[in-house]
């Protein structure tokens, strides 16, 4: 059995709804990771408050000997909202990756003998764009809602990614685009109309084909105010220390994969 697809059923045999391996030096010069250091302060980098945050100028230095990027997703259910409510902890979802990841490494490194490297959850802490890692794993694309969409599970995914230190032929991408034709009601529904417009920190890029939302229809400053409102309804609740249950509106609208 090649070493690519022993990867990818570890995964899978652990728990993963998809995994898939995308090339690390296609990944440094996907959308996100070309947009995102020239971005300047709306980027948020260094808002990460501790001595672990990289300059701009450091981001994606990624270890030389990482060739290859393992990509998981587990599911996430429209009737399983708890999997993305954080309780201080941080997600249900996210700790059920890292419970998918801890044995997937542990046998790529003691069975498959490849070295590994993981990563942060944070780019501005040596990770990687996520969603980007899983279009070129071969997931799906990257959606008029600024998100993954895949064919199985619509944007209803979850993702987190492992360095790997040899090369394998990535699984991706795939010829898949449900949103060329779409009502694109992702962007009628959002309670910020955080996709109403091209937004002005890319109205100015050129020689980038994919920007944020497809056209750069995506701004994140409101979004990130339907987060902090969704906080302060946390925090506002009769039941005290309620989890906060961010919006996914946009998620569940998405026809795609229902």
Known sequence: MKLGKQIIETALENGASLAGIADVHALKSSASHVVYPKMGDYAGVGTVDDEETLPADQLFNWP?????????????????????????????????????????????????????????????????????????AGFGCIGKNNMLVTPAYGPRLRLRALFLETAIPPTGPVAFDPCADCRVDCRRVCPEKAMGRIGPVFESFEGVSDLPARDGSYDRDRCNNRMEKDILDSQNSAEGQAPVKYCRKCEFVCPVGK
């Open 64 to 136: 030389d000997a990482v060739q290859s990027v393992l990509v998981i997703g587990l599911a996430h259910p429209a009737d399983q909202p708890e999997l993305d409510w954080w309780d201080g902890r941080g997600t249900p979802g996210n700790r059920q990756l890292i419970e998918i990841m801890k044995p997937t490494r542990q046998q790529i490194e003691q069975q498959l003998n490849v070295r590994t490297h993981r990563l942060h959850y944070y780019v501005e802490k040596g990770g990687v764009f996520l969603k980007d890692a899983a279009v070129l």
